[in-house]
C-alpha cells in the first residue's frame, strides 16, 4: 500500500507503539492478545497500593500471552535494595522481563532509602538482575514538585550511570495534550545532547471528563487548556477525545527528534486504546480525519 508521506509516518509511530494497562483483574490479560500484535510492549503501573504479587501475576500471564511486560518499579515503594533485587529477580525468572519502566512512584514518604529513581539506579541492581533496557520518565510540561535544572541534573547523571555500567536507557514522557510543548521538549533534549531514545506519551481514546481528571491526578498542567478551551456542557464533557491531530503533529518530526513510538495510556480503556493503534498502524488515521474519529470506532 502507498501512503502518503504523513500517513506513512503516523504508521511509524503506531507500529512502535506500547501501552500500559492498570488493571486488577489478571484474567483481563487474556483478551490482550487478540487485541495487539504479538511481542507488543505492554507496560504494568505499580500504582499505590498495588501488591507485588499482582505486577507479577499480571507480568507472567501478559508473557504467556505472547506479549512483552514492561513494569513500572516505583522507587519509593521499596523497603531495600534487597527488596528491589528479589523483585526483579522474580520479574526475570517467571516472567521473562527484561524492560522495566524506573518512576519514582506517587507515594508522599518512601518506604525505604529512595527517594529518587537515580537512586535505586545506582545501586547497580538492573545489572546485577541482568535487566539492562531501562526506561525513566521524561516530562515534557516539567514536574509539578521538581525543578527543571534538578530533572536535567537527574537525567544526565542516569545516563552517566548507564554509559558506564552498560544499560540501555530510554524516555517515557508523560503524556501531554499540545504537541508543540513536546517538540519544543524534544528539541530542547537534543540542543542538550541528550541522544536517549524517546516513547512519547499520548493520552488513549477517552471522553474529555476523563482526561481532565487523569491530568489533574497526574499533574498536567498548562496543555490541560486544549481540552477545556470550549464552553463546558455535559455533552462536552462526554464527548469522545482521540489521539490523532496529537499524532499527526508530532509524526512529520518523530524520526529526526529521536521518536522512537508512542506510548499510549489507557485509562482503564484497554481495548479502545489497541483498537487505535491497530487502526494507526494500518494507514487508517490519516492527515485529513477528524480527531474525534477514531475514538468512537473503538
Same mark, same amino acid.
Given at each position: ?6 500517513? &506513512? ?32 510492549? +505492554? ?7 498495588? %501488591? ?29 535494595? &534487597? ?6 529477580? =522474580? ?24 527517594? #529518587?529513581?537515580?537512586?535505586?539506579? /545506582? ?9 539492562? #533496557? ?25 545516563? $552517566?550511570? &548507564? ?9 517515557? #514522557? ?7 510543548? +513536546? ?6 533534549? $537534543? ?5 536517549? %531514545?524517546?516513547?512519547?506519551? +499520548? ?5 474529555? $471528563?476523563?482526561?481532565?481528571?487523569? &491530568?489533574? $491526578? ?12 470550549? %464552553?463546558? #456542557? ?13 499524532? =499527526? ?43 474525534? /474519529? ?5
Amino acid at each position: 500500500m502507498d501512503l502518503g508521506h504523513a500517513t &506513512a509516518g503516523i504508521v511509524r509511530l503506531a507500529r512502535n507503539a506500547s501501552i500500559e494497562t492498570s488493571t486488577r483483574n489478571v484474567a483481563e490479560v487474556n483478551g490482550y492478545a487478540r487485541m495487539l500484535p504479538p511481542g507488543s510492549d +505492554v507496560y504494568i503501573t505499580f500504582l499505590p497500593g498495588t %501488591p507485588y504479587h499482582h505486577i507479577l501475576s499480571t507480568a507472567t500471564r501478559l508473557r504467556q500471552v505472547g506479549l512483552n511486560p514492561v513494569p513500572h518499579l516505583a522507587a519509593r515503594r521499596f523497603a531495600s535494595a &534487597a527488596a528491589v533485587a528479589d523483585f526483579l529477580a =522474580r520479574l526475570r525468572d517467571e516472567a521473562g522481563v527484561t524492560r522495566v519502566l524506573l518512576v519514582a512512584g506517587d507515594s508522599d514518604a518512601a518506604a525505604g532509602p529512595f527517594d #529518587s529513581s537515580l537512586q535505586v539506579l /545506582e545501586t547497580g541492581v538492573f545489572e546485577a538482575c541482568g535487566i539492562r #533496557s531501562i526506561g525513566v520518565a521524561g516530562y515534557p510540561e516539567g514536574h509539578r514538585r521538581i525543578p527543571q535544572q534538578a530533572l536535567d541534573d537527574a537525567l544526565e547523571r542516569k545516563i $552517566r550511570y &548507564a554509559e558506564a555500567h552498560r544499560l540501555e536507557l530510554f524516555v517515557v #514522557s508523560q503524556f501531554c495534550f499540545e504537541p508543540q510543548r +513536546v517538540l519544543d521538549w524534544l528539541g530542547r533534549l $537534543r540542543a542538550r545532547g541528550v541522544t536517549l %531514545p524517546v516513547r512519547v506519551g +499520548v493520552a488513549g481514546p477517552a471522553t474529555v $471528563r476523563t482526561l481532565l481528571a487523569y &491530568a489533574l $491526578r497526574c499533574g498536567i498542567g498548562a496543555s490541560m487548556k486544549a481540552l477545556g478551551s470550549q %464552553p463546558v #456542557s455535559l455533552n462536552r464533557m462526554l464527548a469522545r477525545h482521540g489521539p490523532d491531530d496529537f499524532t =499527526r503533529a508530532i509524526a512529520p518530526r518523530a524520526a529526526e527528534l529521536g521518536v522512537t513510538g508512542l506510548h499510549l495510556f489507557a485509562f482503564g480503556n484497554f481495548a479502545d486504546c489497541a483498537q487505535w493503534i491497530r487502526d494507526a498502524a494500518a494507514g487508517r488515521i490519516g492527515p485529513e480525519k477528524d480527531s474525534t /474519529e477514531s475514538a468512537a470506532r473503538g
